[in-house]
């Protein structure tokens, strides 16, 4: 899946505290932050960027009930109807013994369902092969993606990221996209495909 | 925003020297790019041999049948089901370490959260075996799950604790296996970002599904972990009820008691930590990782045994309290008599028991012994031994004398094929917790970054001087001369 090709300002952050004020400052002076890249999760920075809460939680619920509703609906149709067991006696509609199974299938479904759901948004997967900005970004270092328009001077940005305290940049056109292919092949644009 | 968040200066620093975002890549990721030590080899063969005695037990067990077990009429649960539930109670303690402590907000959690959730998953392995390779016809285990069958459909009994137990375990392999490897995704990114090699690149390249540290996938990443330790808070503790109930729900004196759920919780915790302690001890020497998990990660774990040893101490009176409150003479023979006498054929089991679980922990009342890395590791395979006997007294002593004594067996030990199984599980665990520790990063590279800045120790030497400073400024401001020393 291509995401289309764009230019990019790329800007490296080595400190949180310089990292804040300038998406601030970028966001301000009208520029697009296509996306902060970070080696561990920032508190804070999703809404510095402006970045809507995740519903994942709520996909979370809706899981774990239909994974209740399911063990609740297969035990009392299998043990009332398709195939009601004496046991003793006991009715055959005993919910307290069904317990257990319910909860377990209630979060086996929650938890399942929600990885899933998680790397479908993410678009996450084996044999998924990613532009990365900058290799550091998973080390000590905050990418700052600023996405050029036709419009944007981006000298003029640079040096926007300069002042704001970025400690490298530079301009790189790249596909933000997904392709399936592995780490140890070089990328291959779409743009160089032959017919694109 | 972590670096916003004050940590009182009382509390010690869970990353010592100097480091920063980058030392800690380099620290914790480095080791996994070496050639392995001698000593991992060493380990690593005597854990493959191990595993293949192992199979060949397992060999033996599936094709002369379960005779091959020293199992009788009497005692038909032995060793294995004794392994069965001291596995899954170590399978216990990573998922309370990752999931109960981040809802705690306990920040040491961070050194220790991903080796402890690796053994959670590789005891559970170990332990979801025993009950298979019990069923004697291995071939048919694919009957316990309800799927609509030629046979009937009979479908498995939903109302049975065994059946519960089938839903538990591999509820909680599963759902443990999800949150470890989501926390591992960012970690093996860097790994892959760092990768020299082709080879490297592409393997790290297809495990890290293609992670980029994206801030709305860390967004997402966030809420997923902290939905998932909300879900595995109850679940930890739900499958070790279950696993109570197998026991607990039979009509056998010994057995039939409603205080097993908390207290097989609180004892699986307590040897879920044990073990953990035995694994660090070992991986932060050899893996130089001792800035990570320092003196203070296992004062704090050594101070969670005490007190679940001591939950387990009082259950354990509890119990024989109220086996001769109750008066059946039935549940007060099996304490009184299958137990607590330590001259009945397994009464040396019980004391020692005792001994292990309830005595022996009570050092960690003294701070020195707590912060004593040699104690720590001896008294870590003392606990487990304990919790090991521990399911063997419940289980044979409650069985051995049964209601028609004609048929009481007093000289059951298991056979050769038995503890070879037996060892073949320790095989199986220790050879994926080796191969864990070479090609995955033993602990969680992100999260101690995330911490660091408020916790490391560089950081909050800063801090103090800022502190102080700041203390003297508002003395001139607002008392009007400086403080005296």
């Not at chain 1, 009208?30 to 920075?45: A, C, N, Q, R, S």
């Not at chain 2, 010592?16 to 980058?22: A, F, L, M, T, V």
């Not at chain 2, 990114?189 to 980029?212: C, E, H, N, P, Q």
């Not at chain 2, 809420?223 to 009509?251: E, M, Q, R, Y």
Request: net charge neutral; proline share 4%; charged share 15%.
């Amino acid at each position: 899946m291509a995401g289309g090709i764009k230019k990019f300002v790329v800007g490296a952050f080595d400190d949180e505290k310089v990292l804040f004020p300038a998406v601030k400052n970028v966001r301000k002076a009208g520029y697009k932050i296509h996306d902060v890249y970070t080696p561990f999760p920032i508190h804070g920075l999703d809404h510095a960027m402006g970045i809507r809460e995740t519903s994942l939680h709520t996909a979370g619920f809706i899981y774990a009930i239909t994974g209740t509703t399911t063990a609740l609906g297969c035990i009392s149709w299998i043990l009332t109807k398709d195939w009601p067991l004496n046991i003793g006696g006991k009715p055959h509609f005993s919910l307290p013994a069904w317990i257990p199974i319910t909860f377990e299938l209630t979060v086996l479904f929650s938890a399942v369902g929600m990885v899933l759901t998680f790397c479908y948004l993410c678009q996450l997967s084996p044999f998924v092969k990613k532009h990365h900005f900058h290799p550091r970004a998973t080390d000590d270092l905050f990418i700052m993606a600023i996405e050029c328009t036709d419009k944007t001077n981006d000298a003029e940005v640079q040096n926007f990221l300069q002042n704001a305290g970025a400690k490298e940049i530079n301009v790189q056109v790249a596909e933000t996209g997904w392709w399936i292919g592995t780490y140890d092949k070089e990328q291959k644009l779409y743009a160089d495909e032959k017919g694109y | 925003m972590s670096l916003l968040k004050y940590e009182s200066q009382q509390r010690e620093p869970l990353v010592d020297g100097n480091k920063d975002y980058h030392q800690v890549t380099e620290d914790i990721i480095s080791p996994i790019e070496m050639k392995p030590s001698r000593l991992w080899y060493i380990g690593f063969y005597v854990s493959v041999a191990l595993l293949l005695f192992g199979v060949y037990s397992v060999y033996r067990e599936v094709t002369y049948g379960i005779g091959q077990w020293n199992l009788n009429k009497t005692i038909g649960w032995g060793w294995d089901i004794t392994n069965f539930v001291w596995w899954v109670g170590i399978g216990h303690a990573g998922t309370l370490i990752s999931a109960i402590l981040l809802l705690f907000r306990q920040g040491w959690r961070t050194g220790v959260n991903r080796a402890a959730e690796a053994m959670t998953i590789f005891a559970v392995m170990c332990a979801g075996q025993s009950p298979i390779w019990h069923m004697g016809r291995v071939w048919m285990a694919f009957f316990v799950l309800p799927y609509p069958n030629s046979r009937g459909p009979l479908w498995v009994n939903f109302n049975s604790p065994l059946l519960w137990d089938v839903f538990a375990i591999s509820t909680y392999f599963t759902v443990s296996l999800l949150f470890w490897y989501s926390g591992l995704l960012p970690d093996l990114a860097t790994v892959r970002d760092r990768a020299k090699t082709k080879l490297r690149k592409k393997l790290y390249g297809i495990a890290s599904f293609g992670w980029t540290g994206s801030t709305k996938h860390w967004q997402r990443h966030e809420s997923l972990s902290l939905v998932l330790a909300g879900l595995s808070t109850p679940l930890v503790l739900s499958v070790h009820t279950i696993v109570s109930f197998d026991f607990a729900t039979s009509v056998i004196p010994g057995w039939h008691t409603t205080i097993f759920p908390p207290y097989f919780v609180a004892g699986a915790i307590f040897s879920g930590f044990a073990m953990v302690q035995t694994l660090l001890i070992v991986v932060r020497k050899v893996m130089n990782l001792q800035d990570y998990i320092t003196l203070g990660h296992i004062e704090a774990m050594n101070k969670v045994i005490v007190l679940t040893g001591s939950i387990v101490g009082c259950a354990y009176l509890t119990e024989l309290f109220i086996a001769w409150y109750g008066q059946n003479p039935y549940e007060w023979y099996a304490f009184s008599q299958n137990r607590a006498n330590l001259f009945s054929p397994y009464g040396w089991s019980y004391w020692l028991m005792m001994f292990c679980n309830v005595v022996s922990p009570q050092l960690f009342w003294s701070r020195k012994l707590r912060r004593n890395i040699t104690v720590t590791f001896f008294m870590s395979i003392v606990v487990n031994i304990g919790m090991w006997y521990e399911r063997f007294v419940i289980i044979v002593t409650s069985t051995y004398r049964d209601f028609l004594p004609s048929s009481w067996s007093t000289y059951y030990s298991p056979s050769i094929y038995e503890i070879g199984f037996y060892l073949g599980t320790f095989g199986l665990f220790f050879t994926c917790f080796f191969l864990f520790a070479k090609y995955f990063p033993v602990i969680a590279v992100a999260e101690i970054k995330s911490i660091l800045k408020t916790s490391g120790e560089n950081y909050k030497m800063k801090m103090t001087d800022i502190e102080k400073a700041d203390a003297e400024k508002f003395y001139i401001e607002e008392v009007g001369h400086a403080h005296a020393h």
